[in-house]
């Protein structure tokens, strides 16, 4: 992706489509955000524990697993780029029953900010990489219900999510940071040709 391009209007346009409600459907706490959201206007906070969110964005969605015991909580390991995954993730926010998720990041986000995340990737990568093996083993007795074979597809797709966000860490993800950082200080998308900020190492 060369640039950035702002997704929230076409977001405001599936609400109204919808007939819904930001307030009601985004009720997310920045402070109470998932470290592991890529920065972006959108993030998910304290989510429910039913992962249904990968069933409406794939793209956008993975499941972090911090109980330890198969339940999971979601992020946003990838920002929308398209009308297509905007409407998604609005999706995976409608089904989530705490309302956990948010699209102010705008407001929260610095370039600063950002490029802090960025320096502490490595972080986030040798966790995903890690659960990312895990979760594609077969059987989890220690998880209890939540460990039998009626779930293996699930998490196998976690999995698959897990290493997509890797792949995307690796490749993609400093192009669409950089044309963030540009949004974020001069509040408009770049222009062909217009030069983007450094990311940093």
């Keep these: 992706m060369i640039g950035y391009w702002d997704p929230l209007p076409t977001a405001r346009r599936v609400l109204d489509d919808r007939a819904l409600i ?9 402070e109470q955000r998932n470290w592991r959201n890529v920065p972006g206007p959108f993030y998910a906070a304290e989510t429910d524990i039913m992962a249904l969110g990968r069933g409406e964005a794939p793209n956008n969605i993975c499941y972090d697993g911090d109980r330890g015991d198969g339940t999971v909580s979601e992020f946003v390991h ?18 989530e029953h705490w309302r956990g998720y948010q699209w102010d990041g705008d407001d929260h986000w610095t370039v600063d900010g950002v490029r802090e995340w960025w320096r502490e990737r490595g972080r986030v990568r040798e966790w995903a ?3 990312a093996a895990d979760w594609a083993a077969d059987g989890h007795p220690e998880w209890g219900f939540a460990g039998g074979p009626e779930y293996a597809g699930l998490y196998q797709d976690a999995a698959r999510g897990h ?3 890797v ?9 669409y940071l950089r044309g963030y950082l540009f949004w974020l200080d001069r509040r408009r998308e770049p222009r062909p040709g217009e030069a983007l900020p450094i990311l940093g190492s």
């Design 163 to 165: 290493r997509d966000f």
């Design 22 to 30: 930001a307030a009601d459907l985004f009720q997310g706490l920045w």
């Design 129 to 131: 990489v890690r659960i």
């Design 78 to 95: 990838r920002q929308p780029v398209t009308e297509g995954e905007t409407a998604a993730l609005i999706g995976a926010a409608q089904v």
């Design 167 to 175: 792949a995307y860490l690796d490749g993609g993800l400093e192009a």
